[in-house]
């Protein structure tokens, strides 16, 4: 390659230009040569240098080489290899009295080189994200917010470095020249130095990661977690829409994290009766004998009467007439129905809280709630069960001659 230079050298200078041209010619031709010689200097170490890493890649039982190997990574290796080969050689093709243009060559070759410097950075610091990530954890979200962070500061430093190779100046005078306009950058980085900070403490607590089922009623979302990033979060709400929100906003805003539930595979029934209470009424002799006949709360019936024959019978209460003393009467016997169908109901969870309870009365009516949990946290399964338990107390009702609220509208 020394050779093929001194030639075309001597033959420029042979034409007798002005001193102008000929370095004008000389230098073209360097640059013309020392590209060449850099692209074909690079595919020949490219083609084996992976072929190498292949075969290596391939024998080993390790991940992360095969994380590597994808990413690219050893592609910035061959042509770290490469340039750094054509700095060396650049001292050697051209001659001390071209010394300016050694340096404007030199000077490309760094801007280069920091530019497959950043490349190889950045690869690297995806592999890591890969191989981290690779199954949903609370360590996910750290990793993802060290990692954008990390490739902020690289694509910084690097443009340090270029500024400072491109003006000729120390590094050290442009970190300097920076320094004073610190109120500024932290006023641009905001949002990121806050997401890197909250997304530290969401690891550090373990409050969400990426595949949680959250609610955030600030932003009108719920749905699943796709993303946590530096700047946004990413969720997949269940009518299939995309919500982002600021990061910062997971630890500063109320947020509903269902993932506790469906750990336990328990979810929540909360839902009311309303009934009119015009048809509530003591129970007499009729109806009594009617509602022995069903199983379920005979044994309570039983047990019931003689409980409040025996306490009338301490008070010397008259009981020819319903309203003294303490009777039964039909929507206090429908709610120990509802219990006891609850508890023996299989798919009701009999460890968790179950409670059947009347709510204060409204204009409609009087709501008689139902809190208890399913034994299964499927959405589908639960809506199946939640239904067949209505659907069960919703007909039963007129068996104890209830009356439910119909609410009508224009």
């Not at 760094?110 to 592999?127: E, G, K």
């Not at 959405?379 to 069960?385: G, K, P």
């Not at 919703?394 to 068996?399: D, F, N, V, Y």
């Amino acid at each position: 390659m020394y050779k093929i230079h001194h030639f075309i050298t001597e033959n420029i200078k042979s034409l007798e230009l002005s001193t102008f041209l000929e370095n004008i010619l000389i230098g073209i031709v360097d640059l013309t040569l020392l590209t060449f010689l850099a692209v074909l200097l690079d595919y020949i170490l490219k083609k084996i240098f992976l072929l190498i890493a292949q075969r290596v890649v391939s024998k080993t039982k390790f991940n992360w080489d095969n994380v590597l190997f994808e990413n690219r990574v050893f592609n910035s290796v061959s042509h770290f290899i490469s340039i750094s080969i054509i700095i060396l050689l650049t001292s050697l093709l051209i001659p001390e009295k071209y010394e300016h243009l050694a340096e404007f060559i030199n000077n490309i070759l760094y801007v280069a080189f920091i530019i497959i410097f950043i490349q190889f950075i950045t690869r690297v610091i995806d592999s890591v994200v890969t191989i981290s990530t690779s199954e949903n954890n609370h360590r996910t979200v750290a990793v993802r917010s060290f990692a954008q962070l990390s490739k902020i500061l690289t694509y910084i430093f690097g443009a340090i470095l270029l500024v400072s190779i491109l003006l000729k100046q120390d590094i050290t005078v442009i970190i300097g020249s920076l320094s004073a306009l610190t109120a500024v950058i932290i006023l641009v980085f905001k949002d990121t130095i806050l997401g890197f900070v909250s997304g530290v403490q969401i690891a550090s607590t373990k409050m969400i990661k990426v595949g949680d089922w959250i609610a955030i009623p600030k932003h009108d979302v719920d749905g699943v977690v796709m993303e946590i990033n530096l700047v946004s979060a990413k969720i997949r709400n269940w009518d299939k829409t995309i919500s982002s929100v600021p990061t910062y906003d997971l630890i500063s805003s109320t947020v509903k994290s269902y993932e506790p539930m469906k750990e336990a595979n328990v979810r929540r029934i909360k839902r009311s009766l309303i009934f009119n209470i015009k048809s509530f009424s003591f129970l007499e002799s009729a109806d009594l004998e009617k509602f022995n006949h069903f199983q379920l709360i005979k044994p309570y019936l039983e047990e019931k009467i003689t409980e409040l024959h025996e306490d009338n019978t301490i008070h010397h209460i008259n009981e020819d007439s319903l309203i003294n003393g303490r009777r039964l009467t039909n929507i206090g016997v429908f709610r120990k129905y509802t219990e006891l169908y609850l508890k023996k109901h299989s798919q009701i969870d009999q460890n968790q809280t179950l409670i059947v309870r009347q709510l204060d009365p409204t204009p409609h009516g009087l709501p008689l709630e139902i809190y208890c949990f399913t034994t299964s946290s499927d959405w589908v399964t639960y809506e199946s069960i939640q239904a067949d338990i209505f659907d069960h107390l919703l007909t039963s009702a007129r068996e104890f001659n209830l009356d439910l609220v119909q609410v009508l509208t224009n």
